[in-house]
């Protein structure tokens, strides 16, 4: 990149730069070397943003899991409308797949970024961790509401469907497939349930 050329974003170009990394060849290749050359940047450009590498690794959990929260915050209110499989699949599936599979792939090989992430954000925001807090609090209005079974736990249902996610993002791709199965699953773990709350 010639030298006086302004990059728009340049966190999140190296950001997606490390999604890309991550979804191509894995986490355990992941380097500064690795993301600046994929993101198409001189290495010194992460290090004018970041101190250290492990702080832009912080920085990009940090970064993805507010996304995440955001996503899913509006969920709870969908309470009484669509289908129940409906709406879970589509809150758990707002956020690309290609975030999904690396913030779940770099957190799986670097535990300690949750409590980075949490000293930022507050306890309860690593990962997926806003998914399933979001999926409990809807759960728990269509419950109310009559559209899921009295006797269901609706933590460890929300807790089954981070499962899902994280299972696909540690075996599976990103594309159509990904989707599919993730959507099928969460049709498996709702069946039953009745699309309409009872007269």
Known sequence: MPRGVAIPEPRQQLFAALERVIVTVGPGRLTSRAVTREAGVATGLLYAHFATFDNFLTGYAVDRAFQIAGEVAGLPQRAGSGTVAGNLSDAALATPLDTLLALTRLMAIRPELAANVEAV???????????????????????????????????????????????????????????????????????????????
């Open 121 to 199: 954000l507050g306890n309860g925001t690593a990962g997926l961790q806003a998914v399933e807090r979001a999926a409990t609090g809807y759960l728990t209005a269509e419950q109310q509401l009559g559209r899921v079974p009295a006797g269901t736990d609706t933590e460890a249902l929300a807790m089954a469907v981070v499962g899902v996610l994280h299972h696909v993002a540690l075996t599976g791709g990103t594309g159509s497939a990904a989707d599919a199965r993730i959507r099928r699953a969460i049709d498996a773990l709702t069946d039953g349930f009745p699309a309409a709350a009872p007269s």
